[in-house]
């Protein structure tokens, strides 16, 4: 700990930011002295427990009080805010792990992999949009991005190339190692992609790139947002996971570490055409066998069922599945197959990435467990088939709106173990609270077309 504070001094830090990730999948913390990083690596920092979304703590008594107790191994100093640094912390009360604790989640899959002696490696594909807001209304903050397709659009990228370098560098100060940038297919949407790491540090990862980018855009008088779906005629933004499995430790120095998903020849000679092993279809199988309750995870919002629909939009695609499928290098269904790895494109922008990493693995393990086979492939644009001649495939269609697929994660025992008692109860109690008050909110669009209709 000595050690650990004298750098950071040494990188002119006089404050941590001791955070923490609620069940929404919003960073959450308090700021402490560099002087007291003793107290929050061992005993953590309190918070009031019911205070905290998700937490399901009571209001007094020893359990209501939320220890952060911080990861010495993520503390990074922030090159946006000079003197602050971030430490990661695991949830803690009356002194044990916090079942609830999103990061606490994660952690348990990420032992029943070990105890496999495998680890999971994620490339995690944030979408967000830059907006403004203008009379009640919000747009995107380059008023000139107005092409219907503009997918790598180099034009309004350069724009923003203020914010955007700024992103970049500050991800890469705190040691990120940021893959490309680009402009989406929606007006006012770009991606930022990292490069492959162990699962629980992908997560940390997304929630440090969140905090930078909400901090950088605001400066810039812009709203950095990670909502599903914004703009109703326009694609929304995903957040797709790149997944491979691995043997050996995480932090392998000797280069033992091999990529189970890669598959070989009987002789042992890698496979070079072939997609993927035995065991990464067994994995791929999990995902897809349980997609109707990770899709609760995955696409937590009333909004992101919005994306999840096959239809025109001003590009020509929404780009994100509805169908329960897997192809090879097919990005019109939820599992892309590629050669040692598959692309899980269910995720959007507002899923809490511990959750729907921890929902992944166990789903993932479920199929090795069982050996399962993983569905024929699909070679087809899912998006240009009749929804009459994707059901005579035999292919499922995902849950249509928030309601359904907390229903299937609730009949998931899988999933819900995975989660534990109080986290599930917390997070179907407070997202069928928001499918209901979506279902009773009046719209425009209703009063539009109803006020004066009958």
């Not at 203008?134 to 008023?143: M, T």
Request: hydrophobic share 40%.
């Amino acid at each position: 700990m000595k050690d650990l504070r004298e750098r950071l001094a040494a990188q002119g830090v006089h404050t941590l930011i001791a955070q923490f990730t609620d069940l929404h999948g919003v960073a959450r913390g308090k700021f402490v002295p560099l002087a007291h990083l003793d107290d929050l690596l061992t005993d953590g920092v309190g918070f009031s427990g019911p205070s905290i979304a998700g937490s399901g703590l009571p209001r007094c008594g020893p359990r209501s009080e939320y220890w952060g107790r911080g990861a010495a191994s993520t503390a990074t100093a922030l090159p946006w805010l000079p003197g602050y640094a971030r430490v990661v912390c695991d949830g803690f009360v009356a002194g044990e792990p916090f079942d609830a604790c999103p990061r606490q989640v994660l952690r348990r899959q990420v032992a029943r992999l070990a105890a496999q002696g495998w680890h999971l490696r994620t490339g995690v594909e944030p979408e967000f949009f830059l907006l403004r807001q203008s009379n009640g209304r919000w747009l995107p903050a380059d008023d000139a991005d107005r092409l219907d397709k503009p997918s790598y659009d180099l034009k309004s990228l350069p724009r923003q190339r203020g914010f955007l370098q700024g992103l970049q560098q500050a991800l890469e100060g705190c040691g990120l190692d940021v893959l490309q940038i680009d402009h989406e297919d929606a007006r006012g949407q770009y991606e930022v992609n990292f490069g492959h790491d162990e699962v629980l540090a992908s997560a940390d990862h997304l929630m440090l790139f969140k905090m930078a980018a909400h901090a950088l855009a605001e400066a810039q008088g812009m709203v950095f947002s990670m909502m599903p779906k914004p703009f109703a005629n326009q694609p929304g933004s995903g957040m797709h996971f790149h997944v491979s499995l691995w043997n050996g430790p995480v932090h392998d120095r000797h280069g033992n570490a091999r990529n189970l998903c890669v598959p070989h020849h009987p002789d042992g000679a890698v496979d070079s055409r072939g997609l993927l092993s035995p065991l990464g279809r067994q994995f791929a199988a999990g995902v897809l066998a349980h997609s109707a309750g990770l899709c609760a995870l995955a696409a937590p919002t009333v909004n992101s069922y919005k994306r999840l629909t096959v239809g025109t939009s001003l590009s020509g695609t929404t780009w994100a599945p509805a169908y329960i499928a897997q192809g090879p290098n097919n990005r019109t269904a939820l599992v892309r197959t590629l050669h040692g790895r598959i692309e899980w494109r269910l995720p959007d922008a507002s899923a809490n990435p511990y959750l729907a990493s921890a929902g992944l693995i166990a789903a993932g393990l479920d199929g090795i467990a069982r050996q399962l086979e993983l569905p024929a492939a699909v070679d087809d644009d899912l998006f240009a088939l009749r929804l009459d001649q994707v059901r005579e495939r035999g292919i499922a269609l995902l849950p249509q709106h928030l309601g359904e697929a907390l229903d299937a994660l609730a009949a998931d025992p899988v999933l819900c173990g995975a989660l534990g008692e109080t986290l599930t109860a917390q997070f179907i109690a407070l997202k069928r609270d928001e499918h209901v008050q979506h279902a009773r909110h009046v719209s425009d669009w209703e009063l539009d077309r109803y006020a004066t209709m009958f």
